[in-house]
């Protein structure tokens, strides 16, 4: 496993609209037809959030069952729910896609800008999603925007509310919280617990990209996605998400890495099976 590198896929997120990237997926349909093309260029997580019939993000469990079930007739993809949702929802409602026990989820490490927006992360609030999780037996994924938030991680390991393998997503250049840049990545990687797993990435066309030759230098992961970087290079749209991925397993493989496929990350991160 040590040469194989895991390419997360994040086709929808919350902020990304059809107007800004009309090859966006929005339906569970299109959801699951965007995940089979990335799963084909390489892909073996996809990072699922979904959207309401009108486009708008929504963290309802029939919804995101919908989205599961049409993802899982395609392909064997890893998937991680989203329970960021969107910046004005409680903390109940972002959790709600967890009670459909999936294999990964997102756990948002602290309180962060997003732009003139905030999500809200108390201690209170992530130890609540670190337990609900651990109970279900949902691996976290603990996506850290600042250098805080992974010391804030380190307080929910002390409290054993996480499992070992840890994997972190370092989230750069959400405007208003931490840069993408190479000196800040690297800093954030060397405080992370020792043998955890971890995937890099910038948000917007030009930290995505560097992003991917960081990551791959600190021996990380890649997540590629419309719900970070919506263009292929500047001021030109990608045609889809599986371009990115496409671009992303090329890169890594020039790199002299390999690709992880799903069974690969499953034993990876210790997964247990889907319900
Ligand atoms: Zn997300």
Known sequence: MDNKVIITCAITGAETTKAMQPALPVSPEEIAQGAFEAWEAGASVLHLHVRKEDGTPTQDVEVFKKAIALVRA???????????GAAWMTPEERLQPVTLN?????????????????I????????????EMKERGVRPTLECFDLGHVYASHILIKEGLLEEPYHYGLVLNVPGAAKYEMDVLEFLVRKLPKGAHFTAFGIGGKANVDSIYGT??????????????????????????????????RIAKDCG???????????????????
Do not use: W
Request: hydrophobic share 40%.
């Open 102 to 118: 999936p294999e990964m989820a997102s756990l948002d490490c602290g309180t962060v800008n997003f732009g003139d927006e905030h």
């Open 120 to 131: 809200v992360n108390t201690l209170p609030i992530m130890r609540q999603f670190a337990k």
């Open 216 to 249: 791959l230098a600190l021996g990380g992961n890649i997540r590629v996605g419309f719900e970070d970087n919506i263009y292929y290079s500047k001021g030109r749209l990608a045609k889809s998400n599986a371009e990115l991925v496409e671009r992303a397993a």
């Open 257 to 275: 890495r390999e690709l992880a496929r799903p069974e690969d990350v499953r034993a990876l991160l210790k997964l247990r099976k889907a319900q």
């Open 74 to 84: 395609k392909c064997d993809l890893v998937i991680e729910v989203t329970t960021g």
